[in-house]
């Protein structure tokens, strides 16, 4: 299984010069298998770019509207070929701007297996309750996960659960995932029951951050 995480900017890039449709073909080149977006319109103000990928990946997909913003939503959203069982948008506690969680059931080989998307707060306080949020909700899955995002943190708060940190994993913790910058705060972390198989960091500038990429199978 390809996995794709990218944080798009809105569908533009640092310079906030507007890439959708580069990072559309980008997409498409890449053929993942999953891929979890984060800072994704879908709105009258700057267009219906959740729907828009949908359609010119041929991807089903799910929208997580964490925010209402210009006649429509502004979140995150994932996208699959695979299968969709179940779709569950979970709103993550939030003091400042209003954070999620997409919980998005697959099947991959006969197994169920749960897309977890988010993009956490800026501020620590916020993080650290959506951290807790984030691994109770874990503890309590019974099928096989994978959770990523943009996590805006080098240092992600799991404390008591054995997430297995995909760039750790093939020694390339150390790449950054933000641009203009030396800090990785994009994940992908999958359960035990996953093995790693490449992990790279993808140095595109159409947003401010790079897309990171990964590949597992299942252990057995």
């Not at 006649?71 to 699959?80: C, D, L, P, V």
């Not at 707060?121 to 503890?139: P, S, T, V």
């Not at 996953?194 to 401010?208: G, L, Q, W």
Request: proline share 4%.
């Amino acid at each position: 299984m390809k996995i794709i995480s990218y944080n798009i900017h809105s569908g533009k890039n640092s310079w906030f010069v507007p890439q959708l449709y580069r990072i559309i073909r980008f997409l498409n080149m890449e053929n993942a298998t999953v891929i979890g977006v984060q800072e994704i319109n879908e709105n009258n103000k700057r267009g219906k770019q959740a729907t828009s990928l949908s359609i010119q990946l041929d991807m089903d997909y799910h929208f997580g509207p964490n925010l209402s913003f210009g006649n429509g939503h502004y979140g995150i959203a994932s996208y699959t070929s695979l299968p969709i069982l179940e779709r569950n948008h979970i709103l993550l506690p939030s003091k400042k701007e209003q954070r999620g969680l997409l919980d998005t059931i697959v099947e991959y080989r006969q197994r169920k297996v749960h897309i977890l998307n988010t993009h956490l707060g800026l501020a620590k306080e916020d993080r650290q309750e959506q951290f807790q949020y984030i691994e109770n909700y874990l503890k309590q899955l019974t099928s096989p996960y994978i959770l990523l995002g943009d996590f805006n943190t080098t240092q992600p708060l799991f404390t008591d659960i054995p997430l297995i940190d995909t760039a750790k994993e093939m020694s390339k913790e150390h790449q950054s995932t933000l641009m203009l910058s030396k800090k990785r705060i994009d994940y992908i972390f999958v359960s035990k029951e996953f093995k790693v198989t490449s992990y790279r960091v993808i140095p595109v500038n159409m947003s401010d951050h790079y897309p990171i990429e990964v590949e597992v199978e299942f252990n057995n």
